[in-house]
């Protein structure tokens, strides 16, 4: 009995592990790169990149200007 649940669990293991299954004509039907479930987020973190360069860039200038002035 002990044999046979240890043998039902590592298939199950082994069967969980898989890929699903699927064939590579269920693959090829994917959404495109890109075009993802979280894709308003990653679109979101790609704007706040933009606005963090540009803060920065904004910064550097700012400091430069303050540090002519204290000359």
């Known amino acids: 009995?002990?044999?046979k649940?240890?043998?039902?669990c590592a298939a199950l293991l082994l069967a969980s592990c898989?890929?699903?299954g699927g064939s590579?004509?269920?693959r090829e039907s994917a959404?495109?790169?890109?075009?993802h479930v979280w894709k308003s987020q990653t679109d979101m973190l790609d704007k706040a990149r933009a606005i963090e360069d540009t803060v920065i860039e904004?910064?550097?200038k700012q400091r430069q200007t303050v540090d002519e002035m204290a000359r």
């Open 1 to 3: 009995m002990v044999g």
């Open 18 to 20: 898989g890929d699903g």
């Open 5 to 8: 649940a240890v043998i039902l």
């Open 31 to 35: 959404p495109a790169e890109g075009n």
């Open 58 to 60: 904004q910064s550097v």
């Open 24 to 26: 590579a004509d269920s």
